[in-house]
């Protein structure tokens, strides 16, 4: 049997499941823009009180991989206690994102 014979052997339900989850994990994976003319602090967790682990650049996109409630900030998009994560102990106030809502975009962090 040859590599090409095994590669087709495996049917076209795998191919379609993996496109799909691909499909899937490309969608959630938006890119939001941080507010025009600020640099946003980073902090270790979803609060004021919590260290600054870094500062976004002016002109900064972050992608949000959870949302969860935390200290209420006001910012160039209103007043929130949503606050984004965007990497590993990496939180961002969503007053300082445009996710075009008031509410959640992204799902709960557990």
Do not use: H
């Not at 379609?16 to 602090?41: D, I, K």
């Amino acid at each position: 049997m040859s590599v090409d014979q095994i590669a087709q052997s495996g049917g076209g339900d795998e191919d379609a499941t993996a496109e799909a989850v691909t499909t899937a994990a490309a969608t959630a994976l938006r890119s939001y823009p941080v507010a025009p003319g600020y640099r946003v602090n980073v902090r270790s967790g979803p609060g004021t009180g919590y260290s600054v682990v870094r500062v976004l650049p002016e002109g900064s996109s972050v992608v949000i991989s959870c949302q969860t409630p935390g200290t209420r900030v006001s910012g160039p998009y209103g007043t929130s206690s949503i606050w984004d994560k965007i990497g590993n102990g990496q939180y961002i106030s969503d007053a300082y994102v445009r996710t075009g809502s008031d509410g959640y975009v992204a799902p709960r962090c557990s």
